[in-house]
T-cell receptor, first 113, second 118 residues
Framework: AQSVTQLDSQVPVFEEAPVELRCNYS??????LFWYVQYPNQGLQLLLK??????LVESINGFEAEFNKSQTSFHLRKPSVHISDTAEYFC???????????FGTGTRLTIIP | DGGITQSPKYLFRKEGQNVTLSCEQN?????MYWYRQDPGQGLRLIYY???????QKGDIAEGYSVSREKKESFPLTVTSAQKNPTAFYLC?????????????????FGAGSRLTVL
C-alpha cells in the first residue's frame, strides 16, 4: 500500500521569504512522486515530478523538490515566494505499474504582503 | 486548445435524486479518472478507466456509477445511495505510460464541478 503525508495543512509566509512544504510518502517499492498546485476554484495542475534520475527536480516558476529515499521525503521549496504563489499544493505518489495516484491532504500556502 | 471540460460547474440536488456530472476531453488520452475533494481530506479516487468500455473502482466507489462508451467521455452519476454527496468533483485524464515508466501517468485536470445537496 502507498500513502502520502503532508503534515502542514496551512503555511503562511511573508512575500519574498523562502518556503518549504513537507511531503513524506510510504511505499514498499520504487516510487514516482508528483507535486500538483490548485489555484482557487480551479482544477489541479502539475508543478513538477520525479520519475528517475536526478533527485532534484525543478519547475518553470522557481519551485524545486528533492527526492530523498532514505527519509522517504519529497519536500517542495522556493527561495522567494510571490503573491501569485497563493494556492493549495498537493503531493502525490504512485509506483511502477500502478495506475492509481494517491494524493496527500494538501497544504494551503498563504502569502502575506 | 486541448483540455478537459466539466459541466455543470455548480449543481444543486435534493436528497434522493440522482445527478450526472459530465466530463469530456479532446486530448486523445486513453485514461480518465474521477476524484472527490473534501476540505482537509485531499483527493480521493472514485473510479478510473484506462480503455473504452472498461473501468475500475477506486477507493470510494460506493454510491457512484460511471460509463465509458466513448474515449472522450467519462460521465459520473452520483446516486441517492451516496450518503454524503456534497463535495467538489474533479475529472482528470492521462496518457497511459508503458514500459520502464509504466504507471507514471501525468494527470490533466478539469476545472471541477461543485455539487451541493439541499
Amino acid at each position: 500500500a502507498q500513502s502520502v503525508t503532508q503534515l502542514d495543512s496551512q503555511v503562511p509566509v511573508f512575500e519574498e521569504a523562502p518556503v518549504e512544504l513537507r511531503c513524506n510518502y510510504s511505499s514498499s517499492v520504487s516510487v514516482y512522486l508528483f507535486w500538483y498546485v490548485q489555484y482557487p476554484n480551479q482544477g489541479l495542475q502539475l508543478l513538477l515530478k520525479y520519475l528517475s534520475g536526478s533527485t532534484l527536480v525543478e519547475s518553470i516558476n522557481g519551485f524545486e523538490a528533492e527526492f530523498n529515499k532514505s527519509q522517504t521525503s519529497f519536500h517542495l521549496r522556493k527561495p522567494s515566494v510571490h503573491i501569485s504563489d497563493t494556492a493549495e499544493y498537493f503531493c502525490a505518489v504512485t509506483h511502477f505499474g500502478n495506475e492509481k495516484l494517491t494524493f496527500g491532504t494538501g497544504t494551503r500556502l498563504t502569502i502575506i504582503p | 486548445d486541448g483540455g478537459i471540460t466539466q459541466s455543470p460547474k455548480y449543481l444543486f440536488r435534493k436528497e434522493g435524486q440522482n445527478v450526472t456530472l459530465s466530463c469530456e476531453q479532446n486530448l486523445n488520452h486513453d485514461a480518465m479518472y474521477w476524484y472527490r475533494q473534501d476540505p482537509g481530506q485531499g483527493l480521493r479516487l472514485i473510479y478510473y478507466s484506462q480503455i473504452v468500455n472498461d473501468f475500475q473502482k477506486g477507493d470510494i466507489a460506493e454510491g457512484y456509477s460511471v460509463s465509458r462508451e466513448k474515449k472522450e467521455s467519462f460521465p459520473l452519476t452520483v446516486t441517492s445511495a451516496q450518503k454524503n454527496p456534497t463535495a467538489f468533483y474533479l475529472c482528470a485524464s492521462s496518457i497511459v505510460r508503458t514500459g520502464v515508466i509504466s504507471g507514471a501517468n501525468v494527470l490533466t485536470f478539469g476545472a471541477g464541478s461543485r455539487l451541493t445537496v439541499l
